[in-house]
């Protein structure tokens, strides 16, 4: 496809679960972004990708989060042991280059329930 | 804590009329101002961003208009139309610094 695709787009799931996001980005592009969606609360910065490593894992809320990153495309987002404050849309993005001023292309999210 | 403050949490504009967006920062590092356009169910989508060297930007009915001293800027939307209905958030970020601080965001309801 050509945009950011992002499965599954809803997930609902119980407390103490381990839940897994997955993440295609565009084709070419190097760098790979996970933001937190809250109600209220705009996008906040999770993990950042350059190719398969995270230069940055600053935003991960705690040790039950962690992401990878293979062959320098999908990626996904692993939350264990789940709790009910984990609940939110989890977006990925990408873009050509990592610079600063690059332009973001996202995709549509996977929202996840934690009942 | 949130390094950029976002105002208003939601607004209602008449068709036709002016919608305007205001955000606020503290880190005098930022040099790179975009604003992000989302529908529901969809993912951000960059509107348009700015630069302190300029005071203002315009692209079609989207204006940003920057203050730096005041450490401020603002989206303007000029003859809202009801497709202009959406959440915008502004951002903000550092030099060689690729991630982005969010404002939270307003909704905009832009009635016919």
């Known amino acids: 496809g050509a945009g950011v695709s992002q499965s599954p787009s809803n997930k609902v799931t119980e407390k103490g679960k381990d839940v897994e996001l997955r993440c295609d980005p565009i084709s070419g592009h190097t760098a790979l972004y996970w933001y937190r969606q809250s109600l209220g609360q705009g996008l906040e910065f999770l993990i950042y990708?350059?190719?398969?490593?995270?230069?940055?894992k600053s935003g991960l809320p705690s040790d039950r989060f962690s992401a990878e990153r293979t062959g320098g495309s999908v990626s996904t987002l692993t939350i264990q042991r789940t709790q009910q404050e984990d609940s939110a849309v989890y977006l990925c993005a990408s873009s050509l280059e990592a610079l600063p001023s690059g332009e973001l292309f996202f995709g549509e999210g996977s929202r996840l329930t934690v009942l | 804590q949130q390094q950029v403050k976002q105002s208003p949490q939601s607004l209602i504009v008449q068709k036709g009329g002016i919608s305007i967006i205001n955000c606020a920062y503290e880190n005098t590092a930022f040099d790179y101002f975009p604003w992000y356009q989302q529908f529901p169910g969809k993912g951000p989508a960059l509107l348009i961003a700015?630069?302190?060297?300029?005071s203002e930007k315009k692209e079609g009915r989207f204006t940003i208009s920057f203050n730096k001293s005041a450490k401020q800027f603002s989206l303007h939307i000029m003859d809202s139309q009801p497709g202009d209905s959406a959440t915008y958030f502004c951002a903000a970020s550092r030099p060689n610094d690729y991630k982005l601080s969010f404002g939270a965001g307003t909704t905009v309801t832009v009635r016919a």
């Open positions: 700015i630069r302190p060297d300029v």
């Open positions: 990708f350059q190719g398969n490593s995270a230069p940055d």
